[in-house]
């Protein structure tokens, strides 16, 4: 499956972003979906994930009660609503895809990964 992330871009703190991660190539619905990010000088982290169907999402502490993420599988899409943003959000965020069963935290277990979208929130 083949992953395109887009919706990045530079804005104040406090202000809100929705990454959209848009697949194709096979069955969408049969993946397991996660957004992990990266910041200069630090490892990819977790930042949350989502089933194939939909019904049980992960969201990292840092995050916690600012972002959301959700699924449209006939649209072949996953989106990252991010709210309240931190200057400390600041990363490039990348979209992976698993057909494993779901171990939402663990890069490791992605398969797919698309080419990463910039996010910079500037206090």
């Known amino acids: 499956v083949q992953l395109q992330a887009s919706g990045g871009g530079l804005v104040q703190a406090g202000g809100s972003l929705r990454l959209s991660c848009s697949a194709s190539g096979r069955t969408f619905s049969g993946y397991n979906m996660g957004w992990f990010r990266q910041a200069p000088g630090r490892e990819r982290e977790f930042v949350a994930a989502i089933s194939w169907a939909g019904d049980n999402t992960v969201i990292a502490d840092s995050v916690m009660g600012r972002f959301t993420i959700s699924r449209d599988n006939a649209k072949n899409t996953v989106y990252l609503q991010m709210n309240s943003l931190k200057p400390e959000d600041t990363a490039v965020y990348y979209c992976?895809?698993?057909?494993?069963?779901?171990?939402?935290?663990?890069?490791?277990?992605?398969?797919?990964w698309g080419q990463g979208t910039q996010v910079t929130v500037s206090s």
């Open positions: 992976a895809a698993t057909s494993r069963p779901y171990a939402p935290r663990l890069s490791s277990r992605y398969d797919y």
